[in-house]
């Protein structure tokens, strides 16, 4: 995977960034909530990392809806989006190999594109990060690394975010939350072509440019 440009991606600089997205008022706050929200909730996380470079500050989904935070994602001036058909993407909640803290922000530790598990599918990726003692990202989470390293979303090579599924009647929801680049067909429509796009595919299915976004396990205080 590429370097990441070179920007402070310190928590501070992290939360900056976030209220300078709309964040604040996203969540009806103000700056001023947001940032002392913020120093309050991640004080106890941000003096247990061991290294800061590899922290990426989460929104919860309580604080502003995934639908609403994947609108914050840009990419060559194009706005984020969630396909048509995925309505329901605030029903898709965290796995049991992805909890996650109760509060409005938190912390996630070595993320990963999982671009060696390109062309593996969600089922058969979710056990191999169970192998590895890795964490599968929520589509939250997804979002959230890509609201700080928007780089990290590459033509042929984007990724899925299978620690998020939906509970039906049944069991599992067979489709499996994505992030990858709009192509401009379809409903999409041609003016969100290169656009970031939070999408699904089939638990089952592969697809040579997703790999499976991972990340360290979240260490209870």
């Given at each position: 995977m590429p370097e990441s440009t070179q920007l402070d991606h310190s928590i501070a600089?992290?939360?900056?960034?976030?209220?300078?997205?709309?964040?604040?008022?996203?969540?009806?706050?103000?700056?001023?909530?947001?940032?002392?929200?913020?120093?309050?909730?991640?004080?106890?996380?941000?003096e247990a990392s061991s290294d800061e470079r590899t922290a990426t500050v989460v929104v919860h989904p309580?604080?502003?809806?995934?639908?609403?935070?994947?609108?914050?994602?840009?990419?060559?001036?194009?706005p984020g989006f969630v396909v048509e058909d995925m309505t329901d993407l605030e029903e898709f909640?965290?796995?049991?190999d992805a909890p996650v803290p109760d509060q409005?922000?938190?912390?996630?530790?070595?993320?990963?594109?999982?671009?060696?598990m390109q062309n593996w599918s969600p089922d058969e990726a979710l056990a191999e990060l169970r192998t590895r003692g890795r964490r599968p990202l929520t589509v939250t989470e997804g979002i959230s690394w890509l609201l700080q390293h928007p780089d990290r979303l590459e033509p042929g090579s984007c990724f899925m975010t299978i620690g998020s599924r939906r509970r039906t009647a049944r069991g599992l929801d067979a489709r499996?939350?994505?992030?990858?680049?709009?192509?401009?067909?379809?409903?999409?429509?041609?003016?969100?072509r290169g656009?970031?796009?939070?999408?699904?595919?089939?638990?089952?299915?592969?697809h040579t440019?997703?790999?499976?976004?991972?990340?360290?396990?979240?260490?209870s205080d």
């Open positions: 600089q992290q939360i900056r960034r976030l209220s300078e997205r709309g964040i604040a008022e996203l969540a009806g706050l103000t700056g001023h909530e947001f940032r002392m929200l913020a120093k309050d909730t991640l004080a106890s996380a941000a309580s604080l502003v809806p995934a639908a609403s935070l994947a609108a914050l994602l840009e990419r060559d001036g194009k909640r965290p796995i049991g409005p922000l938190y912390l996630v530790h070595d993320i990963d594109r999982g671009d060696d499996t939350p994505a992030i990858w680049i709009s192509g401009g067909t379809g409903r999409d429509g041609r003016e969100r656009a970031p796009k939070v999408g699904w595919c089939w638990a089952r299915n592969r440019w997703l790999g499976f976004a991972s990340a360290a396990p979240i260490v």
